[in-house]
């Protein structure tokens, strides 16, 4: 039974998505490439690792065994990668980070500047994923650390404090909805939206909505939240954004700001990691980094 390590990131990629294409394009392989690696590790160890679905790919009793195994062995290289790094040149390590919408998009990039800049041989690998998810992925071992909504924290997580983030809703100048000083998502019902692609922010929004019996109408969705202010501040419909990005392109967008009331709109943001687990150099000094002097939105 031969795996090398480009065979166990790959599981392991596949173990967190849940999907063979998905793993694969996290992993940097093409899908045929990363199938012949999944066979043969299945066929070198003579047993079946992944049960294959319609609905993607769960890991059998061994493929558990095996990603176990691999988490430890990943935690290892990126220590051992940590603490050479701080006596060779040019060896580089890479942590793995998960992040909610919004601290992806708003509040991680300024708190990651001045820190990458003084770790140049620490690479992040740093994904999008809805809250949920983070934590799942952290406590079982899939990210260094994850960013995500407190209200989503699972056993096997410690927490630390990163930032308050609050949902608003953002409409032009012009519109009824300005006699309001905040709303609530069910005073919305039969408005159109201008939502944002590919966003767990969106995911968690449509699930709030389906919650309360309601199904959002999307004019379009947009890769961003300034091109949503953009379209909201010209009447084009109302989007839903947190608050930092709101204030930041209210002057240039034309748009009137309304605070969301429901409950799920503040959200109180953590750094998370797993339990009981020992942090290599560099994520340990991420932590520490991101956990100090926690802004509010």
């Given at each position: 039974?031969?795996?090398?390590?480009?065979?166990?990131?790959?599981?392991?990629?596949?173990?967190?998505?849940?999907?063979?294409?998905?793993?694969?394009?996290?992993?940097?392989?093409?899908?045929?490439?990363?199938?012949?690696?999944?066979?043969?590790?299945?066929?070198?160890?003579?047993?079946?690792?992944?049960?294959?679905?319609?609905?993607?790919?769960?890991?059998?009793?061994?493929?558990?065994?095996?990603?176990?195994?691999?988490?430890?062995?990943?935690?290892?290289?990126?220590?051992?990668?940590?603490?050479?790094?701080?006596?060779?040149?040019?060896?580089?390590?890479?942590?793995?980070?998960?992040?909610?919408?919004?601290?992806?998009?708003?509040?991680?990039?300024?708190?990651?500047?001045?820190?990458?800049?003084?770790?140049?041989?620490?690479?992040?690998?740093?994904?999008?994923?809805?809250?949920?998810?983070?934590?799942?992925?952290?406590?079982?071992?899939?990210?260094?650390?994850?960013?995500?909504?407190?209200?989503?924290?699972?056993?096997?997580?410690?927490?630390?404090?990163?930032?308050?983030?609050?949902?608003?809703?953002?409409?032009?100048?012009?519109?009824?909805?300005?006699?309001?000083?905040?709303?609530?998502?069910?005073?919305?019902?039969?408005?159109?939206?201008?939502?944002?692609?590919?966003?767990?922010?969106?995911?968690?929004?449509?699930?709030?909505?389906?919650?309360?019996?309601?199904?959002?109408?999307?004019?379009?969705?947009?890769?961003s939240f300034e091109a949503i202010c953009h379209m909201a501040?010209?009447?084009?419909?109302?989007?839903?954004?947190?608050?930092?990005?709101?204030?930041?392109?209210?002057?240039?967008?034309?748009?009137?700001?309304?605070?969301?009331?429901?409950?799920?709109?503040?959200?109180?943001?953590?750094?998370?990691?797993?339990?009981?687990?020992?942090?290599?150099?560099?994520?340990?000094?991420?932590?520490?980094?991101?956990?100090?002097?926690?802004?509010?939105?």
């Amino acid at each position: 039974m031969r795996f090398d390590l480009t065979d166990l990131r790959l599981f392991l990629a596949v173990a967190e998505a849940g999907s063979i294409t998905h793993g694969a394009a996290d992993a940097g392989l093409s899908l045929p490439a990363a199938s012949e690696r999944l066979r043969d590790m299945e066929l070198s160890g003579g047993v079946r690792l992944l049960e294959r679905g319609r609905r993607g790919v769960t890991l059998t009793e061994a493929g558990e065994a095996l990603a176990h195994h691999a988490r430890l062995i990943s935690r290892q290289m990126a220590m051992m990668r940590g603490e050479l790094g701080e006596y060779a040149t040019g060896l580089r390590s890479t942590l793995r980070v998960l992040a909610n919408t919004a601290a992806m998009a708003e509040l991680l990039p300024p708190r990651l500047a001045d820190w990458m800049a003084a770790n140049p041989r620490i690479d992040l690998d740093l994904k999008e994923r809805q809250s949920i998810e983070i934590a799942r992925s952290v406590a079982a071992g899939f990210a260094d650390l994850g960013i995500l909504s407190a209200a989503a924290a699972q056993d096997g997580l410690v927490l630390r404090p990163f930032a308050e983030d609050r949902l608003v809703v953002v409409v032009a100048r012009q519109d009824d909805l300005t006699r309001m000083r905040q709303v609530r998502l069910a005073d919305l019902a039969g408005r159109y939206f201008i939502g944002l692609s590919g966003s767990a922010l969106q995911d968690h929004i449509a699930a709030q909505a389906a919650a309360m019996g309601m199904a959002l109408r999307y004019r379009v969705r947009l890769r961003s939240f300034e091109a949503i202010c953009h379209m909201a501040g010209a009447g084009a419909g109302i989007g839903i954004v947190p608050e930092t990005a709101a204030r930041r392109m209210k002057r240039l967008s034309g748009i009137a700001i309304i605070r969301l009331a429901d409950g799920w709109a503040l959200r109180r943001l953590s750094v998370c990691i797993r339990a009981g687990t020992e942090l290599s150099a560099p994520a340990q000094s991420l932590l520490r980094h991101l956990a100090q002097d926690p802004p509010a939105a």
